[in-house]
C-alpha cells in the first residue's frame, strides 16, 4: 500500500485535541445511591463484562479517535498496489449484439460481460489506458483512449446490449487499427463467442485476447417471416414463418399468428428436433390491417426471437401519363404491375402540365418534345427535355454500352452488356445532370435528381434497340417507378433488422414526424429532407411513424439465424496468443485508491457517534 | 401524652389495637393472650389425675361423683407476648424525602405503643453492621416515653450486614416473640441468612421493607458517576431510557425475591412506600394483613 499524500498525517495532531476537549466537556454528574448492586447487576446486564462496560462507557470518545483517524488516512490518498503480469494499454471490445441478451443462471450474457469488463478495467496497470468499442451491427467508439477509471467505469456500465445482429469482424478490425501493431497494446474481446464470420481475418493473435462469456442453452426461434398479398383475391394474404431449434434437445412449439387486438389468424404446433428448422407457409384470408405477429410460446433462454412482426401493406394505385408514340412493350409492361395505372396522350400543352402532374406519379414523354419541365417525375424516351443540362447534340448509331453505375438506384440488378442499340441521340450531360449509362460518343441513360424535379432520359428508341426483349427492361422500370414515386409501396410499411436505418418518403413535405417506439413511447423528430433516414429502430417490434394524419408502420425484427444460434460451442475463433509473438513485457502495476472506502468507514463511524449519542441524551 | 413522632389524635386511635403473633409463645407476666403453658387462664385445655399437693379448687367435682375418681381440670396460661423492634439506621436509610429513618422511627414506635398499651413486653434495637444500643423488653405504659426517646435519638451511620446483625440479635435474645424487623432491606451480601436466624430461633418475623420513590424510579439520567452512600464505591455509567427500564426490572426481580423467601419461610412481609402516609400503614395496611386486630 503507498500513501500518495502522507502530508495530510498532520491531522493526526487533532487527537489530543478531541482527548482534551472530551476532558473539559464531558464531566460525569454525582449521585448518591442507596446501594450499587442492583445497578452493577443492570451493568453487567447490559454490557457483559467490565472491559466491555469500559468500552461502552467511553465509546463516544473512541469513535471520535477512529473518526479522526480514519479522516486523515483518507486524507493521506492511500492507494493498493498489485502487481499484474501484463502491462499494456487495451482495447476493449464488448459484445452488444441480440445474443447477449440470452438469460443465464447469473443473469445475462450482457451482465456477465459488463462484469468481466470491469475486471479488466480494475486490472488496468497504472498510467496504462484503455479505449471502449462496442460491437454491435455497427462498431461505436464509445470512449478513445483513457487512463480515467471512473470514466471508463461509466462508460461500460453505460452500454446496452441491442436487438441487432452484432457485426464482431468490423469491430476487431477497428480495434485493430488502434493498436497499430504495437506489442504495448492489446485488444481485449468481451462477448459470447457466436460472431460468425471470423475465420478470414489474418489476426496477429499476440494481440487478441478473448474473454468468453457463457450460459443459457435452450433455444426456440423465429428465423425468417414474411407476409405478401395474395394479387389475385382481394383479401386473401400469403405468410411466411421459418421456426428453428438451435437446442440440443427435441421441443414441442406452440406458434400462433395474430392480428391487432391478439386476433388469432393462424395456430399450429411444430415437433421440432435438434437443429431442425420448419417453414409453414399459409394463406390468410379476410381483411388486415395494421401489424401481424408471429409468436411461438416457448420459454426459453433467448426470447427475443420468440416473436416476429409484419406490416399489412396498404394497397396503393400509381397513376402514369404515357404521351407521344405508343409502345407496345412500355403499355404491357406498365399495365401488368400491381396498382399501376395508365392514360395515353398524344401530345401535352405546358398550361395543362400542372394539372397532370397532380393526376399522375409519373409521366413518360415517348419520342414527343415536351414542355419545359420544373417540377415533377418524368422519363424521357428517345427525347430530351429542354433543359441546358440535357441537350440532344445529333445522333450516333450503334453506340456499346461502355459502362455504367450498377450502385445506383435505377440499375440495380439491371444486365446491359451487349445491348444493343440501333441508333440514339447524342447527350452530354452538364453540371446539374448525370449519365448512368455511358454508350460510345453518348450518355445512353443520364438522370437530372432535384428536390422538385425527377428526371430521366433514354436516350434511344426502345422499339429500335433490343432492351424490351432483355430482362433489364422490366426490372429498370421497376426501379425507376421505385426510384421517381417511392411511396409506390414504401409508404404504409417499411421492414428492417434491427439496428438498420430506414428511409421514410414523405408525400407531402414535412417538417417534424412523431415516432412511437415499441415501448409506445412517443418523440418527436425534425425532417429535414425527403426521403428521411430513420436511425434508430434498435429495439425488435413495430415503430409508428406518424406525420399528420399519415402513418407508416416500420416493423423491426430480428430474424438472424447467427444471432439466434446461441449455443455457439464449434464458433468461438481462437485467440489463444503465441508464445513468442510481441514484445517483451513486463509486470505492470495497478493501483486501487481506498480513499472512497475510508471515506464510507468514516460516514459510518460517524453515524455510529450520532447513534450513541441518541442513545444517552 | 405528646410526642414528636405522632400526635395525641392518632395514638387514641393505636390504644385500640393489639398486635398479633401467629405463633403461641411462652411469656413471662400474666396476661390475655394464649401460651404453651398451663395454668390459670380461663380456657379449658384438660384433664388429669389429682395428686397429692394440687390445688382443691380445679377439682372437678361432677366427674368426681360419676366415677369416684379425682381428677383436675386443666387450664390453658394467658401470657404477656415480647415485641422486638429492629430498626435498621444504616446510612441507606436517610435516601428519601423524608428519609426513610424517619418512616422507620414512627413505625416502630407506633407498633411499640401499641405493645406497651396491650400490656406486652416491647424490646427495641437500631442496627446497621452492628447492633446498636439495645432497649431491652420492658411492660407497662410507663414505657412508652423510654420507647419514644430512645426511637428519636436515632441516628443514620454505618453500613448494612443485615446477616451478621440478626443472627446477632436471635443468638443474644434471651426468649423469643414477635420481631419486628423495619428495613430497606438493601445489602449486597444479602438478608437471608439472618431472617432465617430469627426464624429458626423462637421469633415469629414481621419483616417491613421501606422504599423510597426514587430508589423504584431513579430520577437521573445521562452521565453519571453512582456513590454508594455506605461506601466509597462509585459506579460510572450512562442513565438512559433502556437503562432505567432494566434497573425497574432488576428492583422488581429483587423484590420478588424477598417476598418469595418471606413466604417459603412463613415471614410476614410488608412493602411500603415512604409516599404511602403513615397513618395510613398503620391503621389500613396492617390491619389488613392482619398483624394488628
Not at chain 1, 443520364?446 to 422490366?474: C, K, N, W, Y
Not at chain 2, 446498636?132 to 448494612?160: D, H, K, N, V
Request: proline share 5%; aromatic share 8%; net charge neutral.
Amino acid at each position: 500500500m503507498t500513501w500518495l499524500n502522507p502530508a495530510a498525517f498532520a491531522f493526526l495532531a487533532l487527537i489530543p485535541v478531541v482527548l482534551l476537549l472530551h476532558a473539559l466537556r464531558y464531566r460525569r454528574r454525582d449521585v448518591r445511591v442507596s446501594t450499587l448492586f442492583l445497578w452493577e447487576s443492570v451493568l453487567r446486564e447490559a454490557h457483559g463484562s467490565l472491559g466491555l462496560q469500559r468500552l461502552v462507557q467511553n465509546l463516544p470518545l473512541l469513535l471520535q479517535l477512529l473518526l479522526v483517524c480514519v479522516l486523515t488516512a483518507a486524507l493521506a490518498n492511500p492507494v493498493l498496489t498489485t502487481t499484474v503480469a501484463e502491462n499494456k494499454d487495451i482495447v476493449l471490445v464488448l459484445d452488444v449484439s441480440a445474443s447477449m441478451q440470452t438469460r443465464t443462471p447469473q443473469g445475462t450474457r450482457f451482465a456477465q460481460a459488463q462484469q468481466r469488463a470491469l475486471e479488466v478495467l480494475q486490472n488496468l496497470p497504472s498510467g496504462r489506458q484503455m479505449a471502449l468499442i462496442t460491437a454491435g451491427r455497427q462498431p461505436q467508439v464509445v470512449t478513445f483512449f483513457s487512463a480515467e477509471k471512473a470514466l471508463l467505469r461509466d462508460a461500460i456500465l453505460h452500454v446496452q446490449p441491442t436487438d441487432a445482429p452484432g457485426n464482431m469482424r468490423d469491430a476487431v478490425l477497428l480495434a485493430l487499427s488502434f493498436t497499430q501493431g504495437s506489442g504495448t497494446q492489446e485488444v481485449v474481446i468481451i462477448g459470447d463467442g457466436a460472431y460468425g464470420s471470423m475465420g478470414d481475418l489474418d489476426l496477429q493473435r499476440g494481440q487478441l485476447r478473448h474473454i468468453q462469456v457463457a450460459g443459457g442453452d435452450k433455444n426456440v426461434g423465429i428465423t425468417r417471416m414474411a407476409l405478401r398479398k395474395v394479387l389475385e383475391a382481394p383479401e386473401a394474404y400469403e405468410i411466411l414463418i421459418a421456426v428453428k431449434n438451435f437446442s440440443a434437445q427435441p421441443v414441442d412449439v406452440p406458434v400462433q399468428v395474430t392480428a391487432v387486438l391478439r386476433k388469432p389468424l393462424l395456430e399450429r404446433r411444430l415437433q421440432l428436433q435438434p437443429g431442425q428448422e420448419e417453414v409453414i407457409v399459409s394463406t390468410l384470408t379476410g381483411p388486415l390491417k395494421g401489424t401481424v405477429q408471429a409468436e411461438i410460446g416457448i420459454e426459453d433462454d433467448f426470447p427475443l426471437d420468440n416473436r416476429a412482426y409484419a406490416a399489412v401493406a396498404t394497397p396503393t394505385q400509381t397513376w402514369v401519363l404515357l404521351v407521344g408514340e405508343s409502345n407496345y412493350f412500355l403499355e404491357t409492361l406498365l399495365t401488368s404491375l400491381p396498382g399501376m395505372l395508365v392514360n395515353v396522350a398524344p401530345q401535352v400543352a405546358e398550361e395543362t402540365l400542372p394539372r397532370l402532374l397532380e393526376a399522375n406519379q409519373l409521366i413518360i414523354f415517348n419520342g414527343v418534345q415536351p414542355p419545359p419541365l420544373r417540377r415533377g417525375n418524368f422519363l424521357l424516351i428517345n427525347t430530351t427535355p429542354q433543359d441546358t443540362r440535357l441537350q440532344s447534340q445529333g445522333t450516333v448509331t450503334q453506340p456499346q454500352v461502355l459502362d455504367w453505375q450498377r450502385q445506383h438506384p435505377l440499375l440495380q440488378f439491371v444486365d446491359l452488356t451487349d445491348l444493343h442499340i440501333e441508333e440514339a441521340l447524342v447527350v452530354h450531360p452538364q453540371a446539374g445532370a448525370q449519365s448512368l449509362v455511358d454508350g460510345t460518343g453518348t450518355a445512353l441513360l443520364s438522370v437530372i435528381d432535384e428536390p422538385q424535379l425527377h428526371l430521366v432520359t433514354l436516350g434511344f428508341d426502345l422499339m429500335r434497340s433490343d432492351l424490351p426483349l432483355r430482362v433489364a427492361f422490366p426490372v429498370l422500370m421497376n426501379n425507376l417507378l421505385r426510384w421517381v414515386n417511392p411511396q409506390q409501396d414504401e409508404m404504409s410499411a417499411g421492414y428492417v433488422q434491427a439496428g438498420m436505418s430506414h428511409t421514410v418518403f414523405f408525400d407531402k413535405p414535412v417538417t417534424h414526424a412523431t415516432v412511437q417506439d415499441p415501448q409506445g413511447k412517443q418523440r418527436e423528430y425534425t425532417v429535414s429532407s425527403n426521403p428521411w433516414v430513420f436511425t434508430e429502430a434498435q429495439r425488435v417490434g413495430v415503430y409508428i411513424i406518424r406525420t399528420g394524419e399519415a402513418k407508416h408502420y416500420l416493423v423491426v425484427n430480428l430474424l438472424d439465424e447467427t444471432e439466434s444460434d446461441i449455443n455457439p460451442a464449434n464458433k468461438v475463433p481462437s485467440f489463444t496468443p503465441h508464445p513468442g509473438v510481441g514484445a517483451p513485457q513486463h509486470a505492470g502495476v495497478v493501483e486501487t485508491p481506498l480513499w472512497l472506502y475510508l471515506l464510507l468507514g468514516a460516514v459510518i463511524v460517524l453515524l455510529g457517534e450520532c447513534y450513541t449519542w441518541c442513545r444517552d441524551f | 401524652m405528646q410526642s414528636t413522632l405522632f400526635d395525641a389524635e392518632f395514638m387514641r386511635k393505636l390504644e385500640t389495637l393489639r398486635l398479633l403473633a401467629r405463633k403461641v409463645f411462652r411469656g413471662q407476666g400474666q396476661n390475655d393472650r394464649t401460651t404453651l403453658r398451663r395454668g390459670m387462664g380461663l380456657e379449658f385445655s384438660d384433664y388429669r389425675r389429682y395428686h397429692a399437693g394440687d390445688d382443691f379448687r380445679y377439682i372437678d367435682w361432677n366427674v368426681y361423683s360419676r366415677l369416684d375418681r379425682l381428677f383436675l381440670k386443666i387450664f390453658t396460661a394467658e401470657e404477656d407476648l415480647t415485641i422486638h423492634l429492629l430498626v435498621d439506621a444504616s446510612q441507606s436509610m436517610q435516601v428519601g424525602s423524608p428519609p426513610k429513618l424517619d418512616y422507620a422511627r414512627r413505625v416502630a414506635a407506633a407498633l411499640g405503643y401499641i405493645g406497651l398499651n396491650g400490656l406486652d413486653r416491647v424490646g427495641a434495637v437500631s442496627f446497621a453492621d452492628e447492633l446498636g444500643r439495645p432497649m431491652p423488653p420492658q411492660r407497662g405504659r410507663q414505657q412508652i416515653f423510654a420507647l419514644f426517646r430512645y426511637f428519636e435519638a436515632l441516628q443514620c451511620q454505618g453500613g448494612t450486614d443485615l446477616n451478621r446483625v440478626l443472627s446477632n440479635y436471635a443468638r443474644q435474645s434471651s426468649r423469643g416473640g414477635l420481631a419486628i424487623v423495619i428495613s430497606d432491606l438493601l445489602d449486597a451480601n444479602g438478608y437471608t441468612r439472618g431472617l432465617d436466624a430469627l426464624t429458626y430461633g423462637r421469633f415469629d418475623v414481621l419483616v417491613i421493607q421501606l422504599v423510597d420513590e426514587t430508589e423504584i424510579n431513579p430520577p437521573f439520567e445521562g452521565a453519571l458517576r453512582l456513590h454508594d452512600i455506605e461506601s466509597t464505591t462509585q459506579c460510572r455509567l450512562t442513565v438512559n431510557r433502556r437503562m432505567l427500564d432494566l434497573y425497574r426490572q432488576k428492583v422488581v426481580e429483587y423484590f420478588t425475591q424477598i417476598e418469595t423467601f418471606c413466604a417459603k419461610r412463613n415471614i410476614e412481609y410488608l412493602r411500603a412506600s415512604t409516599t404511602v402516609p403513615f397513618e395510613d400503614l398503620i391503621l389500613r395496611y396492617l390491619r389488613r394483613g392482619f398483624y394488628l386486630r
